[in-house]
């Protein structure tokens, strides 16, 4: 114990330890331990016989007081409340049944619908609350979606349509309407530096 030997007599903690000093009668002292150890084996095996034997004749007194048709048993069914208030708390196994159903039954029942609250309100309120804005979120994104992303992507290709038209009538493949616009920018672009 408290060594690294398998033997006890050989440990620190064994060697700290003050050994008794006791005198024992020479006609009480084991003559050797195997005689000691024998002894303590037979004792053993005693106290196991008599524990069995004393637990089956419980047993066997309890089953022919009590079984179904003794008189003890029936007595004991059709008895009334005891007047004397120590036997009426034995009666009552200590009160055990009251105790347990009217403060740890009540204080069970009492904390269940504290947690059942919790859980509806908090917890599924939380959870719930936790969709619907996930919903909303998932509507107001497929909204900036169709309208801004979709939208940006649909004005760019209509912008560049119109741009196209405007730039096909405007090249008719005729010289002089080629001149006349290169003029007519070269005006805009002198007046707009002079001014």
Same mark, same amino acid.
């Given at each position: 114990m408290f060594g690294l030997t398998l033997e006890a007599d050989h440990s620190w903690f064994y060697q700290a330890l003050q050994t008794p000093v006791t005198e024992v009668p020479a006609s009480f002292a084991a003559p050797s331990q195997a005689v000691l150890l024998a002894a303590d084996g037979d004792s053993h095996v005693a106290?196991?016989?008599?524990?069995?034997? @004393? *637990?089956?004749?419980? +047993?066997?007194?309890? @089953?022919?007081?009590?079984? %179904?048709? *003794?008189?003890? /048993? =029936?007595?004991?069914?059709?008895?009334? =409340? %005891?007047?004397? %208030?120590?036997?009426?708390?034995?009666? &009552?196994?200590? &009160?055990?049944?009251?105790? &347990?159903? #009217?403060?740890?039954?009540?204080?069970?029942?009492?904390?269940? #619908?504290? +947690? /059942?609250?919790?859980? =509806?309100?908090?917890?599924?309120? /939380?959870?719930?609350?936790?969709?619907?804005?996930?919903?909303v979120l998932a509507h107001l994104v497929s909204m900036?979606?169709?309208?801004?992303?979709?939208?940006?992507?649909?004005?760019?290709a209509y912008t560049t349509g119109k741009v196209g038209q405007l730039t096909r009538s405007i090249q008719t493949g005729n010289v002089q309407t080629y001149i006349l616009s290169a003029i007519a920018m070269l005006i805009l672009l002198l007046l707009w530096f002079a001014f």
């Open positions: 106290i196991t016989v008599i524990s069995i034997v @004393l *637990a089956m004749t419980g +047993l066997l007194v309890a @089953l022919w007081l009590y079984s %179904p048709g *003794a008189k003890l /048993a =029936e007595r004991f069914d059709g008895r009334r =409340e %005891p007047i004397n %208030p120590l036997v009426q708390i034995s009666f &009552y196994h200590w &009160y055990m049944n009251v105790f &347990y159903t #009217k403060v740890i039954l009540k204080f069970i029942m009492t904390q269940s #619908k504290m +947690l /059942a609250w919790w859980d =509806e309100k908090v917890l599924d309120g /939380a959870v719930n609350l936790l969709a619907k804005s996930q919903v900036f979606d169709r309208f801004i992303i979709d939208g940006f992507v649909h004005l760019t």
